[in-house]
C-alpha cells in the first residue's frame, strides 16, 4: 500500500533579482524556526503532492 502525500515547506529568502531556496523539509516547525532566524524578506510555502486515482 504507498505512503499517504505528505506536505512538504520550502522557506525562501528573497536575494536580488529572486527568491532562493534555503530549506526544504517535511517538519513544519522547523521550516517556522528558521525563517524567524532568518528574519526580513522571507516566505515559506506549503507543498502537498496530489494523491493519483485509478
Keep these: 500500500m504507498p505512503e499517504p502525500a505528505r506536505t512538504t515547506y520550502i ?3 528573497f536575494e536580488k533579482p529572486h527568491w532562493r531556496t534555503v530549506l526544504t523539509t517535511k517538519d513544519k516547525a522547523k521550516a ?10 522571507v516566505r515559506v510555502e506549503e507543498i502537498t503532492p496530489k494523491v493519483k486515482r485509478r
Aim: avoid cysteine; aromatic fraction near 0%; glycine fraction near 8%.
Design 11 to 13: 522557506v525562501s529568502v
Design 32 to 41: 517556522l524556526a528558521m525563517a524567524k532566524e532568518i528574519g526580513d524578506k
